[in-house]
């Protein structure tokens, strides 16, 4: 770990009062040497039992608002977020060897924002958007092809194919947020954002 890496966090804790910032500094560096999704992230969720699930998802836009991805309403993730909203995303880019832990609140986007990325999604994917039944059982690939080929038949123009109502995004709003820095003999570096109910943030640093 170079000397700059190695005293970042510390920079970060006397100055960047708002975790936003420091997260937009990462990711865009992120998308300059990760080889591939520098928004990709593992998602954290449980059922009403509290039974956890994770995986990968991508990261579709943020804002202070929160950290948005896009699914079927009807998929395993969307279900367990129905039944218990607090949920947990991670960040893990190897080529910088750092990480971001975000841990929140999701809700569902607005229709006005959902419709706006459905139509930049390419045509392909906005097919499969209706013709994938999202954690279904499918019984042979062939299956989810002719399904494909119908909604292809249906929705021809490529301009015009609408959203599917069971097909939208989800925004985690975060409570808490924690920046963590890569260093020799596991001497790790982690900075804490800690949201206050007058929407300030409170800032620790962590034992590695």
């Known amino acids: 770990m170079n000397q700059?890496?190695?005293l970042e966090l510390d920079k970060c804790f006397g100055e960047l009062e708002?975790?936003?910032?420091?997260f937009e500094e990462w990711f865009g560096e992120a998308k300059k040497s990760?080889?591939?999704?520098p928004n990709a992230l593992a998602l954290a969720t449980s059922n009403k039992e509290g039974i956890p699930s994770v995986r990968m998802v991508l990261l579709k836009d943020f804002s202070?608002?929160?950290?948005v991805?896009?699914?079927?309403?009807?998929?395993?993730k969307s279900e367990d977020i129905k039944s218990n909203p607090q949920a947990s995303m991670c960040f893990h880019w190897k080529s910088l060897l750092r990480q971001i832990r975000i841990v929140g609140k999701i809700k569902s986007v607005s229709n006005k924002e959902?419709?706006?990325?459905?139509?930049?999604?390419?045509?392909?994917s906005r097919i499969g958007a209706w013709?994938?039944?999202?954690?279904?059982?499918?019984n042979n690939r062939d299956q989810l092809y002719q399904a494909?080929?119908?909604?292809?038949?249906?929705?021809?123009d490529e301009n015009n194919v609408p959203r599917p109502e069971y097909w939208s995004g989800w925004n985690l709003t975060p409570d808490e947020i924690e920046f963590w820095l890569d260093g020799e003999n596991r001497i790790h570096q982690r900075l804490k954002y800690i949201k206050l109910k007058n929407n300030n943030w409170k800032k620790i640093l962590l034992s590695p």
Not at 34 to 37: A, G, I, M, P, R
Not at 64 to 67: C, Y
Not at 69 to 76: A, E, G, H, I, R
């Open 131 to 138: 013709a994938s039944n999202q954690s279904e059982i499918l």
């Open 18 to 22: 708002n975790p936003f910032k420091l």
């Open 64 to 67: 202070e608002k929160g950290f």
């Open 148 to 156: 494909i080929n119908s909604f292809k038949e249906k929705y021809p």
């Open 114 to 124: 959902a419709d706006e990325y459905y139509r930049s999604r390419g045509y392909g």
């Open 34 to 37: 990760e080889l591939n999704d």
């Open 69 to 76: 991805f896009y699914t079927n309403l009807n998929s395993k």
């Open 4 to 6: 700059k890496n190695s």
